[in-house]
């Protein structure tokens, strides 16, 4: 079983800057790539931003320019740096990973991000 926790979300002004953070731990698997996908209240979830294990990167519409997703560190770890945050941004943040041999991704609980004056 591969568990995914995030961390980082919060209540941030517009214009300011958060960073998520993500690890898959278990036992006997493999990463195939990690990434962020949110969803906005009454809104269809969107993919953010996803690395795969070669390194490719895919950042959805809404993250070019301002958010940029990197490997972390430490196995198995992502992170999502999110910058000049707009209102339009407030969802909850899903990390979800893609492991060899499974079909489906993993996904985590999620993290809250609030955009607000």
């Known amino acids: 079983q591969v568990n995914i926790v995030e961390s980082g979300g919060g209540v941030v002004q517009p214009g300011g800057s958060l960073r998520l953070s993500c690890s898959a731990s278990g036992n006997g698997f493999t990463l195939d790539g990690m990434g962020w996908s949110r969803q906005a209240p009454g809104k269809q979830r969107e993919l953010v931003a996803f690395?795969?294990?070669?390194?490719?990167?895919y950042y959805g519409e809404s993250a070019k320019g301002r958010f940029s997703i990197s490997r972390g560190n430490t196995e198995n770890t992502v992170s999502l740096q999110l910058k000049d945050l707009k209102a339009e941004d407030t969802a909850v943040y899903y990390c979800?990973?893609?492991?060899?041999?499974?079909?489906?991704?993993?996904w985590g609980q999620g993290t809250q991000v609030t955009v607000s004056s």
């Open positions: 979800h990973a893609q492991i060899i041999g499974i079909q489906d991704h993993v």
């Open positions: 690395v795969h294990s070669s390194g490719t990167i």
